[in-house]
């Protein structure tokens, strides 16, 4: 399977931005979705995860200004951020933990990777 992110770039302090990670492959199921970033000189974090019933964590410093939602139709996974602040510079990463056909587990698999970088 492939992940392919999309949206991200620059947005001033309190504005928003949207992301999104849609998976391809001969994909039989997806369990939880999730999305992880990496600041500059910082391990990469948790930010939020979706499960597969619909069940969604965020860590505290998200809460309250990031929606984690998913489409399974799509095998597609978003992140709306709204209330940005400099802190949420990163590079945010999708994860979906997908069973693919031929295969007898399922597996994490990652996208490339989109900069978001709030700033005046």
Not at 18 to 43: D, E, F
Not at 66 to 79: E, G, M, P, W
Request: aromatic share 10%; hydrophobic share 30%.
């Amino acid at each position: 399977a492939q992940l392919v992110e999309s949206g991200g770039g620059l947005v001033q302090p309190g504005g928003s931005l949207s992301l999104s990670c849609a998976a391809s492959g001969s994909i039989l199921s997806i369990a939880t979705m999730g999305w992880y970033r990496q600041a500059p000189g910082k391990q990469r974090e948790l930010v939020a995860t979706i499960t597969s019933g619909g069940s969604t964590n965020y860590t505290d410093s998200v809460k309250g200004r990031f929606t984690i939602s998913r489409d399974n139709a799509k095998n597609t996974v978003y992140l709306q951020m709204n209330s940005l602040k400099p802190e949420d510079t990163a590079v945010y990463y999708c994860t979906q933990w997908i069973h693919e056909r031929g295969y007898f587990y399922t597996r994490d698999y990652w996208g490339q990777g989109t900069q978001v970088t709030v700033s005046s």
